[in-house]
């Protein structure tokens, strides 16, 4: 069952067309990476999903809810955080994290406790009387989230929370995902640092120029495109007759001795992991390491955008 | 070959402009530029239709208007002065503010452009622009001239008033960007130091002249600083012969030395202040201030074993920060603000009462009423533009919009707090007028009368610079669009209605309305105080008589037509909030 449904919808400004009739579905609990370059489209969707935007065709619904008929109530269901965060400098993060409360009609009598729990998960509870404008930007980002926290939405919609950030920050926010994720949140996260989602996301969505160029697991992705992938693998009896037939196997594209380790190019579509490891082993090969590389998301967005950017 | 490489040389030699070029070819390629150049240049169209009109009156057209030209390069030339005075400082005192807000400023400090040059770049990126906008009237001035009655010398000094007064205003407005920290503040008080600098010095010789009543030194130094403002140095030359000779062009020079000298000096300060001044990231002084004073009063407090309680929103949260973390809607902060300038203002004005004669004391009260009044407006013009292109600039907008709060209650909150300005700003009107009660300088109705006008004028310009803002996507358009609107409605519709009293009514009697007070007259009595100038001044010349069965049935009925247009503005305001804030501001 999709938590969120996005069917042909279309953004236009003026006579720019910048969402092409896009469809896709989320299910809930899911961490949906929107990947794409600068200009794809990727705001703009979000933007519609965050009733700022009315979109120019298609429907849109979160929870079966119809973004367009009654923004009301999907704006009590959704947490929205802009890339440029949104912070009213001139508060303290309690007024700050009050402010929001008060927006979003919480009861008076929870407000500290839910500000304390929000401000707890995201690291901050030591700033609570801290002046906004005195806090770093990664602190900035971690009170953005600690806002759209306070109404337990069901839907966060992240615009690349991670830009500007610096790499403590972005593991710090990557953990922080990954628990809002196990807490049941389903997060819609728009990004054009591939290797960030693809250690994040459950499902990534892959916009260019407008249109949806694929969808669904990464997994499903790779598989779709027979992309090549890398095994580093270590072996305790490496002869030039166990290499050659390695390389002699159906789906193996290349094997490179490396200092300590094989380096061995296959297609995911032809051969699964698994199978490798087993057929090394009936090979007679001892291993020691198997070790397959990340999924390379450069070359799937390279390949489904063929090169081209914004 | 040789002639190429001159050329080369010649133009390594000249000295490049980029930032001029830059701002040039933005303005250039803006729609809005002609647009509006086309608007004044019809302004200007019907301004001398309107004089050529009453100076021919019932005359033959081809005969007696011969000799008529110099009225009519008069009329031109107050037109473009007073549009000047008033757009020059609309359109140059955000251009480093601007970039200040959008923290470029300190980037193009880092270019090895000078500050200096950055500064001139600026200046003369709008100064050019006036200036093609100035060159809309030189057609209309060969055809005055060409009816004769004005010699060359009178004409180039209308021109070299003009071209003054818009250097040493974007000079001034410039200076004032550079030290401002937002265009908000950079708007008003360039207003405010354009009345004092061309009003002050002159206002001072003739209180000089009231409190001592003969010649001093304090007198000759105010009436040579009041050559600071251009159209005071040269009013004496506009209706002499002259003749284009050495002498005139000395005494040109000496006339306007004080005027010519204050731009190098704007523009040095404006130098000083683009780098010292290039990075206020943090809040305003005013506010900074008041919070110290907290701050040192909690202390207190915590030392006499009182607890101050947090102040927290409980609902309506864009009311509770507009009300308690902005300088000038806080109850408190605008206590401490107002206090000093109410006790100045009683004190200045009880000191005028008591020292000068009461013809003079009579002009300073009314002058003290009106520069309240338009500093007032002024003010809440700037604050109601910035309204929502606040919240847009600081990029807050789009998240406020994802709350429960809808458009038109942001909107209706966030001018809770202009409210409470607009209270503190009529409480220092209202003290005026009664002073002018009290020291009988006015009689009760005209009292009752002005300050029925101050109650109802200030929301509605508010409301006109909130609805500005919310349709301009920036603060600056918003803030030069409610200029126009303004400057339409207050000088507009008065001259366009002098002009057709000229045309199709009996012109001679245009000044003389208590010979004959007829319905006519009542209707365009009326009409004149469609304008609050225009109903202002009718107030302080005893011109309203019974009317429509009332003894203030013009000023009454217009006051419940500007009631009726406040009402309007403001259901139209929360019409358009609704519309116009989901306009995105960038798009991915």
Redesign the interface.
Known sequence: MSFVTISHLR?R?GKFE?VKDISFEIPKGELFGFIGP???????TI?VL?????PSGGTVTIGGVDVVKNP?KI??N???V?D????????TV??YL???A????IE?GKREGLIGDALALTDLGGKIDAPV?GLSRGMKQRLSLA?VLLHDPELLLL?EPASGLDPRARIEMRELLKELQRLGKTIII?SHILHELAQLCTRIGIIEAGQMMAEGPLEEIFRRLNLMRVVHVQLVNPTDALIAAIRAMPGISGVEPQADRLAIQWREGELAVEDLHDAIHKLGGRIRMFQPEALDMETAFMKLTEGKTA | MIAGRRKLSFARAMPSFPLLGKELLEIASRRRTYVIRVVLALLLLVAFAIAYQQELGDGDPLFDMIGKGGFLCLRLFECLFIGVCVFMPAMTAGVITVEKEQGSLVLLLLTPMSPFGLVLQKCLGRVLSTMAILMLALPLFSIAYAYGGLDVETLFLFIYVLILTCLQLAALSIAVSAWCRTSTGAFCLTYILEAVLYMGPYLMEQLSYSFYQSSSGGIHFWKLASGIFPLQAFRQQFGRTLSFDLDFVCDVLTTSLPALLSIPVFLLLARLFIVRRADL?G?NPF?RLFRFLDATFQRLDARIGRTSS?E???????A??ELN??SLSNWRYLVRLFVPVYSVAILAMVLFSVNVDREWADTLQSMAYYAVLASGTLALMALGAGLIAGERT?????????????PRQILTQKASALRRIQGALLALVLLTIWFDYYMGHMDATRCLVRAAAAVVFLPCFTWIAIICGIVSPRRNQAMIAVVIISMIWLAGVPLLLSGLESIFGDHRNYYYYNDYYGREETFFHALQASSPVGLLLMNDDHEFRVAWGMELGVPFVALSGYLVLWMCLRATARDLAGRFL?R?V???
Do not use: C
């Open positions: 953004v400004y910048a600068n200009g794809a489209g990727k705001s703009s933007k965050a009733t700022l935007l009315k009301a704006r009590r959704i947490g929205y802009p440029f965060f949104g912070v009213y400098e001139d508060l309690r007024e009050h402010f929001f008060a927006a979003y009609e008076r404008d806002r615009d728009s | 990231s809040s506010l947090l927290l929103p409980l609902m309506n949260p864009v509770w920060r973390r902005r600081h990029q807050t907008l789009d998240v406020l919009l994802t709350t429960p709060i809808s989901r995105s960038s798009h991915g």
